[in-house]
């Protein structure tokens, strides 16, 4: 069983990211589970001098779900040409844990029609991909998308 976490960018009720997420989850193949991070929001704002043992009971949390994965499947939207910040922050704690290093890494990306600015936000995406040294997949698998 390959197990796939999987990682809404946005907290908004009736989240078109989190509906694909939920979808993706629908039309899994046998062998994949999978499970969708729910614990965004309780994220403490990320500081250095809190990263310490023992963490914030939530960024164990996001560290024992990264943890207990095979590979990560991220969806967020574009807030202001960036990610957005609660999602930048969730990456943040990941840093200090490592769990996510050298994990395969996806993107989801939702946008209908796609909107050219969108493309802006592939940058940083990809910045932090490096920065967790997690190896992405590099081609869009969705139908639809470019
Ligand atoms: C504060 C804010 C900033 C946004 N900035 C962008 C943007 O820079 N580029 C873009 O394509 N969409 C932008 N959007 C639109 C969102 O990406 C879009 O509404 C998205 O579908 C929201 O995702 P959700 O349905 O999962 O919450 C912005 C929306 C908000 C609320």
Redesign the pocket.
Known sequence: MTNVLML?????K???????LRTAQAVAPDGLDTTLYAGMGDLPHFNPDDDREPPHPAVAGLRAAIGAADAVLI????????L?GSFKNLLDWTIGGGEIYEKPVAWLN??SPP?P??A??RTPRCARCSATRAPRSSRPRARGSR
Do not use: D, I
């Open positions: 809404c960018g946005s907290l908004r009736g989240s078109t990211n989190e509906a694909a969806c967020t939207p574009e807030y202001a040409g960036a957005p939702v946008a909107r600015r969108a802006a936000t």
